[in-house]
């Protein structure tokens, strides 16, 4: 506990270019916690997240009917939306939504391999620098470690999934009918990036959400590895 102490003093005296040499003098064993527990510890509550929430994503719905990741409409089509539903074409709009969506929980799919692999990678010296830092470090960490990898992987499936459910056919037609009311000006977006950006910003909130959870709840460190561990960040 003492260690603990002094560890929190000298945070709140040194800068953040000072702290990741703090961090290295730690011992390397705190409290009977050794660095592979806390390398363990964390790569454990990735594990978590990815398995509870991004799993929910590759669902019917996964982000259609979750408003932290529903993907609505780009900037630039969101009058389209709302021209159509003004004008009685509600239905379809919905429809539009529903099939951006239905791609995103397609491309989810191919997340979890390069998931393991980055969590694996975690070192210990990671391991120290993430235990103690914000409410979303790891999930940081996963993002700087896995978002090029992910749009590589989903922006190809998401494109498929945009030809297999046929959303390229319907927004043709919405857009189609929304360009021909007077008075409005043609577009024609990039959607395929568009979702494939977007379903990299709602796999990492569902991480996001579960590394809060354990590290704010007690009740969600759910093995006696996650207790030993975050007890420390406490």
């Known amino acids: 506990m003492k260690k603990i102490l002094l560890f929190i003093i000298a945070f709140q005296l040194v800068g953040c270019g000072e702290l ?3 961090i290295n003098q730690l011992p390397q064993e705190t409290s009977g916690i050794s660095n592979l527990d806390i390398a363990s510890g964390l790569r454990e ?3 978590m997240g990815i398995d509870k929430q991004v799993t929910k994503l590759t669902t019917e719905n996964g982000f259609f009917k979750n408003e932290l990741v529903k993907i ?16 009685g074409l509600g239905n379809l ?7 951006l969506n239905r791609a995103a929980e397609d491309a989810v ?3 979890t391999p390069i998931f393991i692999n980055a969590v694996k990678g975690i070192t210990f010296s990671d391991a120290k620098s993430i235990l103690l830092g914000n409410d979303d470090a790891a999930t940081q960490y996963l993002t700087n470690s896995t978002k090029t990898a992910l749009y590589s992987k989903f922006n190809p499936v998401i494109k498929k999934s945009f030809e297999k459910v046929g959303a390229d056919n319907i927004w043709k037609n919405l857009i189609t009918k929304y360009n021909s009311i007077p008075l409005t000006k043609n577009v024609n977006p ?6 494939t950006q977007e379903a990299l910003k709602g796999v990492y909130t569902m991480i996001a959400v579960e590394e809060k959870e354990i590290r704010t709840k007690t009740s969600s460190r759910t093995t006696d590895l996650l207790k030993k561990v975050f007890v420390l960040q406490d």
Not at 73 to 84: F, M, S
């Open 93 to 99: 709009a919905d429809e539009g939504l529903k099939v």
């Open 190 to 195: 990039d959607l395929t990036d568009y979702v």
């Open 45 to 47: 509550a990735l594990d």
């Open 109 to 111: 799919g191919e997340a």
């Open 20 to 22: 990741q040499q703090v």
């Open 72 to 87: 609505l409409l780009p900037e630039e089509l969101q009058k389209v939306d709302k021209t159509l539903r003004d004008v």
